[in-house]
């Protein structure tokens, strides 16, 4: 992978934008060994597995490679739906409309 640049970086976690095999990609460092995080980036590889059988009615990352530490996912163009990871007010008709107007079509 060649790695961009580093749009999210906490102490908890860093994510690039870069580019495999000429395509681009996300990858997500985990870069605490807090328990609590550990589990959390086990549980985001489950769902991101689970993706894999059971598409979501959405757009979403499909998952390329990882390891305990690093998961690397295709890049999906397009806006953040939100910065915060819990929302704490109802979002704006218009920005969930555009998120469901990017869903795959039915059948």
Sequence with gaps: ???????????????????????????????????????????????????STEPPPVRAPLLLWHDER?????????DRFDDRRHLTAEPAAERVQRLLDGRKPAG
Excluded: C
Aim: no cysteine; proline share 7%.
């Design 70 to 78: 690093l998961t690397v996912l295709n890049h999906v163009p397009g």
């Design 1 to 51: 992978m060649r790695a961009g640049h580093a749009p999210h970086h906490t102490d908890k976690a860093i994510v690039a934008v870069g580019s495999r095999a000429a395509r681009p990609v996300v990858a997500k460092l985990l870069a605490t060994a807090d328990p609590y995080w550990v589990a959390r980036h086990a549980h985001e590889l489950q769902v991101y597995d689970r993706f």
